[in-house]
């Protein structure tokens, strides 16, 4: 798979913080500068795992970037990315990462496989997501109950792409071994795969949505962009893009953990009050894959799903919750502490 690794490095005073937090079944290793023992350092280096750092589903972390806001809390951060939520997971549980932004959806996946893990900011509402059918397959496949023998495209098989796909499908009662789930990336792999018809439809974000009705080769089947079409689709809000990390790693350094708050709740109050056109001006060009105009475009479409103050949606852990179970063997008979899947004790404290 196409693979896009960017390096962020923020000019910090004090002395770095080096920290790999594992989260398999051995115990953690933590190790840390005296800059930041305890959690009650200064200056802190942070590698942070983006689920395709250019997706808008994901632009609050290069935004912060981009504006300043991790260099102003004193913070060296590295912004790495992988093509899949999945991928980035793996980099968090293997110990190469301190935190994931991605979907929230995956703690409660991991804290099944005995992985504790926390969002620590909670950044969308909703999974910004849409279900797109290709011109050829559009006659055939007209809602998720259409789902029956059909190939859909995924980012990568156990991302949130795949466990939203199932839920749809399971929703309008077509099993999930009745379909095939098939991981083709995002972007220009996703378009690629639905021209050649190597796949039906799919699901995907920003700014491949907009690419791909700009080109006319494919049609929105369910939009999980607003709040309003979560609710549709899922039955309530569904919190998804998050900056979650090992629990264990967060209650060590909190001091770290609070400044990236900071720096997240501050990009977001700053989307809140700028328009698309703005915030796309401030990202790196390459972002705009098939112009300007249609990456602000798919800011436009996009910008709902973000919360203003990285908190929780109440009631959104339950919907992921209910969701996951309708299809996850693993979830549905588990007993989830979602009280554990997140924290509001950062964010409460951004001023």
Not at 168 to 194: D, M, R, Y
Not at 281 to 309: C, H, N, V, W
């Amino acid at each position: 798979m196409f693979r896009r690794t960017l390096t962020t490095r923020l000019t910090t005073a004090g002395v770095a913080l080096a920290a790999l937090a594992a989260l398999s079944g051995c115990a953690d290793e933590v190790s840390s500068h005296s800059s930041d023992s305890g959690g009650t350092g200064g200056g802190s280096k942070v590698k942070i795992m983006v689920g395709g750092i250019d997706k808008v589903i994901y632009l609050p972390a290069m935004l912060a970037q981009r504006l300043g806001y991790f260099k102003d809390e004193g913070l060296d951060v590295e912004l790495l990315s992988e093509p899949a939520g999945i991928d980035a997971t793996t980099s968090l549980v293997a110990g190469n990462v301190q935190g994931v932004v991605g979907f929230y959806d995956h703690t409660l996946d991991l804290q099944t496989k005995g992985k504790q893990v926390e969002s620590v900011v909670q950044l969308a509402q909703t999974p910004g997501e849409v279900e797109i059918v290709s011109n050829k397959a559009a006659g055939s496949l007209r809602s998720p109950g259409d789902f029956s023998g059909k190939k859909l495209g995924v980012t990568g098989l156990g991302s949130s792409t795949d466990f939203l796909t199932k839920y749809l499908g399971v929703h309008e009662g077509v099993a999930t071994t009745k379909f095939t789930n098939v991981a083709v990336g995002a972007g220009q792999t996703f378009i690629s795969a639905l021209q050649k018809g190597s796949i039906d439809g799919g699901m995907t974000t920003d700014p491949t949505v907009a690419q791909i009705l700009a080109k006319k080769i494919g049609k929105v089947l369910v939009d999980m962009r607003t709040p309003a079409g979560s609710r549709k689709a899922l039955g309530g809000l569904y919190p998804s893009s998050s900056l979650y990390m090992n629990t264990s790693w967060a209650n060590a350094h909190k001091d770290t953990v609070q400044k990236l708050a900071n720096a997240f709740v501050h990009t977001l109050k700053w989307m809140s009050q700028h328009n698309a056109q703005e915030i796309a001006a401030k990202m790196p060009s390459d972002y705009a894959q098939g112009g300007e105009g249609l990456y602000a475009q798919a800011i436009t479409s996009t910008l709902p799903m973000f919360t203003e103050d990285g908190r929780m949606p109440a009631g959104g852990p339950e919907t992921v919750q209910r969701v996951l179970k309708s299809f996850n063997p693993n979830l549905k008979n588990a007993a989830i502490d979602l009280g554990k899947t997140y924290t509001t004790e950062f964010t409460d404290k951004v001023r």
